[in-house]
């Protein structure tokens, strides 16, 4: 089992609608969880991060976080054209380093 | 606040040869993490660096190697180069207190391309 796991997609969605992105991780003692975007060709962009069970709302982007389930989720409300992107997700436990699962290439159509 | 930069953008070099990328980190960061990252692929952790001390290793080969000065700058060296470790090279760096992390932030990285 891999240790970040997402669906690669491609996830496509209309402009306006909720885009829902998914991960689990295999590793319980895992802290910390971030959503990264990145762009074809560029760098991974930090977009949220959620350390506590429960939902983490920043502008347009939640984060959802179950510990238990070992799942965590990002929802994209009013999606925009200039969302589409790789979005990665990350999780990090004391003593190791960020781990990334493959990314889940989102498309926003207009 | 400068953020992470990393030189070079682009190289290309011939299998078996060596070569060296070059990081400086965030300001008021003490950690520098470096990451391979094959198309369509996320990035794979290689090594971090925390107060000048390798303090995690991905699943790399002995070959690819690092170092982090007094500056919290860092180099990743990778020798006898392979048409595999042709990828996109990121560097980033965080703050690490009390075994708590607060996020990477990466660098613009460096298209590494081996023929």
């Known amino acids: 089992q891999k240790e970040v796991e997402q669906n690669s997609g491609p996830l496509s969605v209309p402009e306006g609608a909720i885009a829902s992105l998914n991960c689990t991780y295999s590793d319980r003692v895992s802290q910390s969880f971030f959503w990264y975007r990145q762009y074809s060709g560029k760098s991974p962009e930090l977009i949220m991060s959620?350390?506590?069970?429960g939902d983490k709302e920043d502008g347009r982007f939640t984060a959802q976080l179950n510990k238990a389930s070992q799942y965590v989720s990002l929802l994209i409300r009013d999606s925009q054209p200039s969302d589409s992107a790789t979005y990665l997700c990350a999780v990090y436990k004391a003593g190791t380093a960020l781990i990334f699962g493959k990314g889940t290439t989102l498309s926003v159509s207009s | 606040e400068t953020g992470v930069t990393q030189s070079p953008t682009h190289l290309i070099k011939t299998r078996g040869q060596q070569v060296t990328l070059r990081c400086s980190s965030q300001s008021g960061h003490n950690t520098v993490s470096w990451y391979q990252q094959a198309l369509g692929q996320g990035p794979q952790f290689i090594f971090q660096?925390?107060?000048?001390?390798?303090?995690g290793r991905g699943n790399f080969p002995p070959r690819f190697s690092g170092l982090q000065f007094p500056n919290y700058s860092s180099e990743l060296n990778v020798n006898a180069l392979e048409l595999d470790d042709s990828a996109l090279y990121l560097c980033a760096s965080s703050l690490l207190e009390e075994r708590a992390n607060y996020g990477y932030t990466f660098g613009s990285g460096t298209r590494l391309t081996v023929v």
């Open positions: 660096y925390y107060r000048e001390e390798e303090n």
């Open positions: 959620i350390y506590s069970n």
